[in-house]
């Protein structure tokens, strides 16, 4: 990796927690210009702007994110199995986000819905990735047999995110991992009802 | 009503909308003279900074959702069927907030948990006053019968919030209601298991 490469992904790597601890409009370029070491004309030979570089931060997270997710399930090739993985890692993602702050997902969704479109789009891209995902291993459980046909894939979908989200808010707001412990519970138990037997 | 107080509350109602759009930390004072549509002074003679601003509105906006909330549930007397109103509350709930932004609780829970510990703890004090009416009521519905006694109340409780709010949080990505819908039949789905027959 090249010098101009290795400070680019230095500012990522610093600007991606900042962000998603103290939000992208509230994080100002002093803030960057602290957690990054540099002077502000430095960042500017990187990035045109503060929201190119959110947006920049946000998918570099989202990628250390998704790396961490899919560490977690490559070994499962069932799709039953990997489904199951996708819940189970939660526990660990909420206990030891790969981006310190929280879900940057989560995180983003919300600050961006009402204030920055280009974050937002960028959000709901991620968030489609994960349904993608979703989407792919229950319809190969279907196909497979694994799982019943009468199952709402969507609903499923929905359910899944809904609850695991929801969990890591409650974990981060009283400090407590049982809130995910739960959610990841109650997920796996309810898929233990659409499974063939 | 006099007309000091009538002043206050205007700004509360226009201030609790604007936070919990943009953020409390990225609403700025003049954001806040435009939406109030009175000058700095104006705003200081009732409120005496931006913080105690933004806690006097967290305060007013989860007061108008309790009251919106009580209103849905209150011909519910039944610990049984007021538990399910609490959950169905959300469908409204995500459709017409009674704060324009989402959930004021989810908003403002997952901006201050890095950032601002007063508001902080005022969401959790938020957050636990809906835990304790689930718990009065699931308590209840465990007192009289109607819920089975080996029930995990604490689980339930948290399962009920996180999925509720992670739902909220996916109907405004995708600017979708069924989210909440798919959430609400899930946990009346899940509490009928829970019911002595």
Request: glycine residues 8%.
């Amino acid at each position: 990796m090249r010098k101009g490469e290795r400070t680019r992904e230095a500012i990522l790597e610093r600007a991606v927690i900042l962000f998603n601890q103290k939000g992208y409009a509230n994080a100002s370029m002093s803030d960057i210009m602290e957690a990054t070491g540099l002077q502000k004309g430095g960042i500017y030979n990187h990035f045109k702007s503060k929201e190119e570089l959110a947006v920049e931060a946000f998918e570099y997270g989202f990628q250390i994110t998704g790396k961490a997710m899919l560490r977690y399930i490559q070994g499962r090739t069932q799709p039953l199995d990997r489904l199951k993985g996708f819940i189970e890692f939660f526990i660990e993602y909420g206990m030891h986000p790969p981006v310190m702050g929280g879900c940057i997902l989560l995180n983003t969704a919300l600050e961006a819905d009402d204030t920055n479109p280009v974050l937002y789009e960028r959000a709901r891209q991620a968030m489609e990735s994960w349904r993608d995902l979703l989407r792919r291993t229950i319809r190969r459980g279907i196909a497979q047999g694994q799982l019943r046909d009468t199952l709402n894939t969507e609903a499923l979908i929905s359910l899944i995110i809904s609850t695991l989200e929801g969990s890591i808010m409650m974990s981060k707001l009283y400090n407590d991992v049982t809130h995910i412990e739960y959610a990841v519970e109650f997920l796996l138990q309810h898929i233990e009802h659409s499974v063939n037997v």
